[in-house]
């Protein structure tokens, strides 16, 4: 899926952040601290590629695919997109941007308005953004923009209930699709999916990403899903990346611990490999964002804490004798899952 | 009252085979037949399960394995006697716990299976614990309802469920609320309580659909040492092709509301003897395999108002023969030991001659 690499990201964040402030008091608000959902990313996203960000919940995945529609207005850090700063953006410039980039929501059935047809919810962006498509020609546009996503184009007038889990979720790609956006971000966009609907989707992106030359931001907690679309992997934890790198990179040679643990747990579908599998069984829950850890967020899950942890941030750079970056004092290759080659 | 009858029943520790002496160890414990439940709604009856039919040993581990709306929670409902009725009957079949038929027992008689014989944990933890009572108190209930403990007796008895299923603290957390644990801790308390009485069989619908994988891998850990320890059976609903992967002995793998598959979970995954099964293990992506390509099953799983004739995949299937597959029900074959399919070509399908015509 790795197209055509040029030298110049299309998006390309810097120092990330998004606290949310937690309050006291209600006449006299005051500060008493913050949830530290996003703290300090930095990420790349080149043209026709898919960047993979995955991670558990409640570790900041969401709030980045927000902050990069700039739905929020991030606390500190700067977005760039073709090389402008779009993170304190306000007014008609941040308009013009967002039309640039459209966004694919985890839930089709509270996603889509259920009191607007399916064509009035596709030609919504062309309301707003009225030069993209005029009057006269919507409707064309909407049919045609169906008949990408493979639905019917006579069911323009239907409501989004008369359409199944699946059905629904390619309304929500249309709609994103509508503007002609070079980046899509798609906020797990196949999990509340059944399991012989998902492919449907997830093939219908593929099939999206080279007839347009999409760049997906592909946000998902599935690392299956993950590695089958995505070429770039970032692995994100408490709000912050732990290890970034190619799909070959973080599957077959994982550097970080966490990642190490989340590979090792994601189930496969095969009985033989029962028993053989190197199985890390992380211990307790993801701390709060709020009062996230001293030193390494990960070390009070981690099997390879020092005292160095605690004290030290690691940072997110390339160890010696490794091929890609990895926040980890010990950053050393584990080799969890068993790649084999099909196809 | 039950003082004594509080000494001789299951409690955490002792050893189940005394509890359990004198009954034959490898006898059936669960014996679903021909079970068949509708839905009477307004818009017509959904026939949500068509006649499943399945057995549990003690230790055995059954996966129930289907998509949203093929029947698989129901049938679980229909067996712990948990049916919304109305809406919902169950119009035929039998469910029999150790050779006593439970759907035709009056209410009251019912009540001393469930829980004590058959327990079941629930999919959404947080909406299925009440938000207004401990922990503790929820736990402890199964003591004093069924066992007549006093509340007290019932506290200490948390604690220690509490600390069986390994949640830290538990001394100092068994009167925390339920909004106090993360997902996980919840999950784990829903164990608990279905432990509490030391049933025969638990039934887990989606046990850890809600759940970050690194927990969900937690959790089955946790499922299945307690099994190990007390030689309940397991009945796991679920759609997670993956988790059932890992734990299942056997599998009944459910379409539309019926049961269409069903076999030894190396089989079924190594050669799958019907086209729903085979297609829906080609569509799902592995962690595990690089430039895999995805098959997809065209169209959607099939209103239950609505069951197409004959076969109900047959809409679906890539490998659909008019007419058979359109105008017969296709029986479930037996295939080999303990292995049916309800395909009229399964023999086909499990050599794999069917994907060639």
Known sequence: MAASRTDEPILEVRGLVEHFPLTKGILFKKQVGAVRAVDGIDMKLYKGETL????????????????LMRLDKPTAGQILFHGEDIAQLSGKALKAVRRNIQIVLQDPYSSLNPRMTVGDIIAEPFQIHKDVAPKGSRRKMVQDLLEVVGLNPEHIHRYPHQFSGGQRQR???????????EIIVCDEPVSALDVSVQAQVINLFEKLQKEFGLSYVFIAHDLSVVRHICSRVSVMYLGKIVETGDEEQIYERPTHPYTQALLSAVPVPDPTLRGHRDQIMLEGDVPSPANPPSGCRFRTRCWKVQDICAVDEPELIVHEGLDHPSACHFADIRRVIETHVVG | MSHTETNTNPVPGIPVDDVRAGEDPNALVLDVENLHVEFRTRDGVAKAVNG??????????????????????VTAQAIMGILDTPPGYVTQGSVRFRGTELLTLPEKARRRYRGEKISMIFQDALSSLNPVYSVGFQIGEMFRVHRGASRGDAKKKAIELMDRVHIPAA???????????????????????????????????????????TVQAQVMQLLADLQVE??????????????????????AVMYAGSLIENAPALD??????????????????????????????????????????????????????????????????????????ACHFWKETLDGSIKNR
Do not use: W
Not at chain 1, 174 to 181: D, K, N, Q, S, Y
Not at chain 2, 234 to 246: K, P
Not at chain 2, 299 to 307: A, E, Y
Not at chain 2, 318 to 336: K, T
């Open chain 1, 52 to 67: 993979g960000l995955v991670g558990e919940s409640g570790c900041g995945k969401s709030t980045t695919a927000r902050l």
């Open chain 2, 52 to 73: 499943v039919s399945f057995d549990l040993r003690p230790g055995e581990t059954l996966a129930i394995l289907g998509e949203s709306g093929s029947g698989k929670s």
């Open chain 1, 171 to 181: 309304i929500g790609i249309a709609r994103g699709l509508a503007l002609r956006p």
């Open chain 2, 230 to 251: 007390s030689k309940m059976g397991l009945i796991l609903i679920t759609h997670d092709l993956g988790v059932v992967a890992d734990v299942a002995d056997k599998i």
């Open chain 2, 171 to 213: 001394h100092d957390r068994v009167n925390d609320f339920p909004h106090q644990f993360s997902g996980g801790m919840r999950q784990r308390i829903m164990i608990a309580i279905a432990l509490a009485l030391d049933p025969e069989i638990i039934i887990a619908d989606e046990p850890t659909t809600a759940l970050d994988v």
């Open chain 2, 268 to 341: 079924l995954y190594g050669s799958p003897a019907h086209p729903y099964t085979e297609r829906l293990l080609a569509a799902i992506p592995r962690v595990d395999l690089k430039g895999q390509e995805l098959y997809t099953i065209k169209g959607i799983p099939p209103n239950l108002t609505h069951i197409p004739t004959g076969c109900a995949f047959h809409p679906r299937c890539p490998y659909a023969q008019r007419p058979i597959c359109v105008e017969q029900v296709p029986s479930l074959h037996d295939v080999s030991e303990g292995r049916r399919s």
